[in-house]
């Protein structure tokens, strides 16, 4: 018993900690070193495609802003009735900080607004797309650990040994608070992490991805549909684990579960359609007037 309490993966004893007044929340630092690397990973990928790599943070700017908001979007909409049905608190549909972000709205707005960057500045997508593609998968799988400071969107009970303990925690005054407290050190259940199950998976996802990227020097979006392929088949099959409370369709099937499945398959056939794509020459990449001056393929 010993040995197996000690395999269990602990929880962290907070999620929030204090700068002075500044609340430094585990869920954002995880969001924000997500994007970091994401946005740095980006550059040096399309710089190797042949695309200036500034570009990248012309879009950033205005991607992840809206995919922050499209994120949100979705996880309100999807789960309305906590924000609008009997009891619900519509105000907290607005508390980003207490979790809650829906990777479909969140990739399907940063996306929207991307194109809308590269059109005004004339720059092909798809060489974007591909180039962006794994870093957006990884910084995915960062993410998840946001759900982990905040105990949250876990798995059923288990008893094997890579089980998450879910502490209590509690404010100042000894209330319950799951979120912003601090553990006491009481372990409230051992739950399959489902977190871990989807950082792992996004993580052999943006390998292979890069792997596949390399060899065969893929182009014309197929990287980009190829992660969306690969990030909603492993999502299908971890929503049929997450116990947390979410909105059901056809009769007891959670919602992301049928978005995974449907994403998928379109996913799949844009696959279908773009396999024989390959990368695009250095001066396809650039567009408009960057195109003469494009810089040679090093990867």
């Not at 969001?31 to 570009?55: N, Q, S, T």
């Not at 995919?67 to 309100?76: E, M, N, S």
């Not at 100042?172 to 871990?196: I, M, Q, R, Y």
Request: proline share 6%; hydrophobic share 50%.
């Amino acid at each position: 018993m010993t040995v197996e309490l000690l395999a269990n993966i602990p929880s962290p004893p907070q999620g929030v900690w204090h700068l002075g007044p500044i609340p430094l929340r585990g869920y954002a630092l995880s969001i924000l070193a997500g994007i970091i690397i994401a946005v740095l990973w980006a550059k040096r990928r399309y710089a190797d495609r042949g695309g200036d790599p500034e570009v990248v943070l012309d879009v950033a700017i205005f991607a992840i802003p809206a995919g922050i908001i499209g994120g949100r979007l979705y996880h309100v909409l999807t789960d309305w009735p906590k924000y609008f049905g009997e009891g619900g608190d519509p105000w907290r549909a607005l508390n980003i900080t207490a979790g809650g972000l829906g990777i479909w709205g969140a990739v399907a707005l940063g996306t929207l607004a991307g194109l809308l960057v590269l059109k005004y500045r004339k720059v092909p997508v798809a060489p974007m797309l591909d180039a962006v593609a794994p870093t957006i998968i990884l910084a995915q799988g960062i993410g998840r650990l946001g759900n982990w400071f905040n105990q949250e969107l876990h798995g059923g009970p288990t008893d094997l040994p890579w089980g998450l303990e879910i502490y209590r925690r509690v404010d100042e005054a000894g209330n319950a608070a799951p979120v912003s407290g601090v553990s006491t050190g009481e372990v409230l259940a051992v739950v399959h992490p489902t977190f871990l199950y989807e950082l792992l998976w996004n993580v052999a996802i943006c390998i292979l991805l890069v792997w596949l990227d390399r060899r065969l020097r893929l182009g014309g979006g197929i990287v980009f549909a190829l992660y969306v392929a690969g990030y909603t088949l492993g999502r299908f099959f971890i929503e049929l684990i997450r116990t947390d409370a979410a909105t059901e369709v056809f009769g007891g099937l959670r919602i992301n579960t049928v978005t995974s499945a449907v994403v998928f398959l379109i996913a799949c056939g844009f696959v279908f359609a773009l396999r024989k794509r390959r990368r695009e020459a250095p001066g396809d990449v650039r567009g408009g007037a960057g195109a003469d001056a494009a810089a040679p393929v090093r990867d």
